[in-house]
């Protein structure tokens, strides 16, 4: 299906690396004008950047950081002056906290107010941030759309991740309510929760073999890969969309099945 997003003027947060890189890519395969934003890899970004001009698309790089409105205003800025508007917006960009994975605490009590705050405040206050700098420009366009990525870790249980899954949790309120208001104006605002995802068939963590069996636990028996995601991104945020409003689509391999 022709997607109808050459010439379309993109913005994707976090597009360095993980499903933002995939996403940004398949846009420039599409043919569409994408910047992407990056908080300290500059090097990974301008790699990004030249595989997206390889795909047949125009890029741009800008840097930001989820915990800095300044920065979030000037990127936007940025990238509306580069393009002369905005007709997709993706939130991908994501702040993982400064204890790392295995630094975590696994008991509520013992986790650092400051850890919680920092991951909290980045991941839904900057996003939020984030779509009140984007809605003038999606308003303007004739296809707005935005699209912010969530998480399965918010509605299953994974230790120690309580702010990060509150956090993408409110994205999900966020988008409620803002279906009514930027939906007046035609924009769709559409949520997509990836669960483990998987570059080229591997992940940076999980060894294959203990991906083999996690995959045949879900009803899919397979987990899903950043392609895959961007797909379903580029779709929502497509002119041949104009009815999903308001949803959380899942990319996750289905259901848990029972052990």
Known sequence: MELGLKDAAVLVTGGSSGIGRATAIAYGREGARVAITYNSRKDAAETVAGEIEAAGGTAYVVPMDLAAPDTIAAAVA???DRWGGLDAVVGNAVNWGSLGFHGRPEKVEDAPLDWWTDI?????????????QVAPALRRSEHGRLVLLSTDVAVRPLPGSW???AAKAGLHGLVTALQHDLGADG????IVMPGITLENGEHRVIPKPALDQIAAGFSARKLPDADELANTILFLTSPRTTAIQGEIVRVTGGQLLAG
């Open 163 to 165: 702010p990060y899954g």
């Open 120 to 132: 909290l405040r980045s991941n839904l206050e900057g996003n939020f941030h984030l779509v009140q």
């Open 187 to 190: 924009v769709l605002v559409n």
């Open 78 to 80: 940025s990238t509306i």
